[in-house]
């Protein structure tokens, strides 16, 4: 059900994406980067293999960011594992209202380079509000991550 | 016309025109200020209550019972999402416009409601450039014309209270004291 659910969302996304880019490039087909659907624990077994691929994964928002909305944290299918996602393309901000919802993202699976991951864990580091242990601080220091490019909420 | 009129005029027709952008921007950079010193978050509101279980329980022990029970003692079972648990101790409720926290072991929950507060909301929206397009032509014709507005300023007032006598010295203190931050806190 909730690869279907994920099938589903994706190609909905995707679809919305493809129309686009007809309008602005004068209609192209064929131009569509495919597009993989994966759940949480899928990606990050084997984060090499998707590493750069447009991925359409769909799961509940655990938490967004409260500074500006510049990321937000979708659980796995175990209920445990967790993933980040930030915004791309014409996504501003996730909104905090997003929480609990059940989310269909489509976006890049990207790896950050040492350099850029230990910016991250800095930056991370230097913020008081992470203080605390958080269930999804793991994921939010993560080398990993997805940067969305479209959304849907699937469940409010 | 002489280049003070001019000075003059620039000064007093940008100034009013520019009032309004002016309060969005200067009230909006003060809660951005305490926003990013992790003081408060301006665009939201945030309302919190403390609730208790009958009893401690388990993560083995919550139930659809359960969950529907804290709804029902919190009021909030027409806002319900979902849940889940962020550890072995905590259960997460997932509400329309908040949440509900809940420590199993003690059986201490809290509800925490969540809005946006108004009028931050907007200003804030429009100081971070969210609209963008014309927007953004328009705020850097604003930005423009407050640095036509200082420069006019400081040539607005002749002798000794002006740029060449007191009026120069507070300048030279207002360049000082960001230089010194940096000084202090950047370059050294």
Partial sequence: MQRLLIWVAGMVLLSACNQTGQKEEGGTPGNMEEVVSATVEEILAQPAEYEGKQIAISGMVTHVCRHGGQKCFVLGEDGETQIRIVPGGDIDEFKIDMEGSTVAFLGTFKILNVQQSTALIEDHESQAHHDQEMAHSEAEKADYFIEAIDFKEVTP | ?188
């Fill in chain 2, 1 to 188: 016309m002489s280049w003070r009129k001019w000075n003059r005029w620039i000064h007093r027709e940008l100034g009013y025109l520019f009032f309004g952008m002016t309060i969005v921007y200067c009230v909006s950079g003060i809660a951005l200020n305490h926003f990013v010193a992790r003081h408060w978050d301006p665009g939201i509101i945030s309302r919190s209550a403390s609730y208790s279980l009958p009893a401690p329980l388990t993560k083995s022990e919550v139930n659809r019972e359960v969950i529907e029970g804290i709804l029902s003692l919190t009021g909030e079972k027409r806002n319900y999402k979902q849940y889940y648990f962020p550890n072995e101790d905590h259960l997460m409720i997932y509400l329309k416009g908040g949440h509900i926290y809940v420590t199993l072991s003690t059986g201490e929950m809290e509800l925490i409601r969540i809005r946006t507060r108004p009028f931050f909301k907007e200003i804030n929206y429009l100081h971070y450039n969210k609209p963008k397009k014309l927007w953004t032509w328009f705020s850097d014709l604003y930005a423009f014309s407050l640095i036509l507005i200082a420069i006019s300023g400081i040539l607005l007032i002749r002798g000794r209270k002006g740029i060449s006598g007191r009026g120069g010295i507070l300048l030279g203190i207002g360049i000082l004291i960001p230089l010194l931050f940096l000084l202090t806190y950047l370059w050294l």
